[in-house]
């Protein structure tokens, strides 16, 4: 089999398949977070949308078609001209030719090229899109360590960083976290501060508390007290769920709210 000359040039030219840098910048496709590799993807293949074949494109309000559905509609446009070559040869009495013309053979070859590299784009994307989801559920599962909770850093007098994630303001000027690997991301600072920060130094100092009491009146060393498991912030309901703590701190967060 003849090998496409196209393929490697395609490759080589692709964001996604090539691992190459550009200057000191690492590929922009390659260390994409989820929510843009699914846009990648959706452009490359839309089969799954609600209009298949076309993803919408909301800054423009308009139906775009995929990557795929183009290069599917080439295919046919290819195929009608060749056919329409083909009635051309017989209604001037030759032979039904079974050989491709030249210049349509080129188009042909290129386009197969070009068909190949998107399906390899689509199979990388994926894969790159379940490791990125399969690390996204470790770090959601990971405690922040407890000396991070409530630590920030300042630069110019403003906070750039708090519990060691990435702080940003949003359209209105207020500081928010702006950090893909957060399970808080884009949460108010002050609402992380007043219902995720706080609540925790004060049920880990209250279990402190209670141990102490507990190993003092049972006349035995204390034991040492794990630092509580952080709220769960839900982002489809924006509710931040407090299980296994405790009414004690389940009330001073109702009172400080």
């Not at 599962?141 to 708090?162: C, M, S, T």
């Not at 299980?243 to 009172?255: L, V």
Request: hydrophobic share 30%; aromatic share 8%.
């Amino acid at each position: 089999m003849t090998r496409n000359p196209y393929l490697g040039r395609l490759r080589e030219e692709s964001l996604i398949l090539s691992d190459r840098t550009t200057g000191h910048l690492e590929n922009p496709i390659i260390k994409s977070d989820i929510g843009n590799l699914r846009s990648h993807l959706l452009r490359l293949d839309a089969s799954g949308t609600d209009k298949p074949g076309y993803y919408y494109y909301s800054d423009g309000k308009r139906w775009m078609p995929s990557t795929m559905t183009l290069l599917k509609e080439q295919e046919e446009k290819l195929q009608q001209d060749f056919e329409n070559f083909v009635q051309s040869r017989l209604n001037i009495g030759d032979p039904k030719p079974t050989q491709w013309p030249p210049n349509l053979a080129e188009r042909k070859e290129k386009l197969t090229a070009q068909v190949q590299i998107c399906h390899e784009e689509i199979d990388k994307l994926k894969k790159l899109l379940q490791v990125a989801q399969d690390a996204k559920k470790v770090r959601e599962n990971q405690p922040v360590n407890p000396r991070h909770w409530g630590a920030g850093q300042l630069k110019d007098n403003i906070l750039v960083e708090f519990c060691g994630w990435v702080v940003a303001p949003d359209d209105t000027g207020l500081l928010r976290i702006s950090d893909p690997n957060s399970p808080f991301n884009f949460i108010e600072i002050w609402r992380l501060k007043a219902q995720i920060v706080n609540p925790l130094h004060f049920e880990w100092r209250l279990r402190q508390r209670k141990e102490r009491q507990l190993a003092e009146q049972e006349n035995r060393k204390r034991k040492e007290v794990q630092f509580p498991k952080s709220p769960v912030w839900n982002k489809d309901t924006d509710l931040i769920e407090y299980e296994g703590y405790s009414n004690e701190t389940i009330k001073k967060i109702k009172q400080e709210i």
